[in-house]
Structures are given as C-alpha cells and as structure tokens.
C-alpha cells in the first residue's frame, strides 16, 4: 500500500476451508499515508 494506494483493494486469503477473504484495507484500516497521498497534501 505504501507504492500504490489502490492496493487496498487487494483481496487476503485469511482461511482457505471456509474462503474468507478480506481487502488490505480492511486489515489496515489507519494506514499512515492517507493524509499524505490525499490530493492538494
């Protein structure tokens, strides 16, 4: 996420029997660059 911010978007495979997937962003809720990479910033 620190190259791209559209790697929020990326999905996780948190457990294979039951197929839970999460988004990074949902893993990284708070990320520190949000403020930084927001436009005008």
Do not use: F, H, I
């Given at each position: 996420?620190?190259?791209?911010?559209?790697?929020?978007e990326v999905e996780v495979l948190l457990d294979y029997e039951?197929?839970?997937?999460?988004?990074?962003?949902?893993?990284?809720?708070?990320?520190?660059?949000?403020?930084?990479?927001?436009?005008?910033?």
């Amino acid at each position: 996420m620190q190259l791209d911010p559209e790697a929020r978007e990326v999905e996780v495979l948190l457990d294979y029997e039951s197929r839970r997937v999460v988004r990074l962003g949902e893993l990284v809720p708070g990320w520190w660059a949000d403020e930084r990479m927001a436009p005008g910033a």
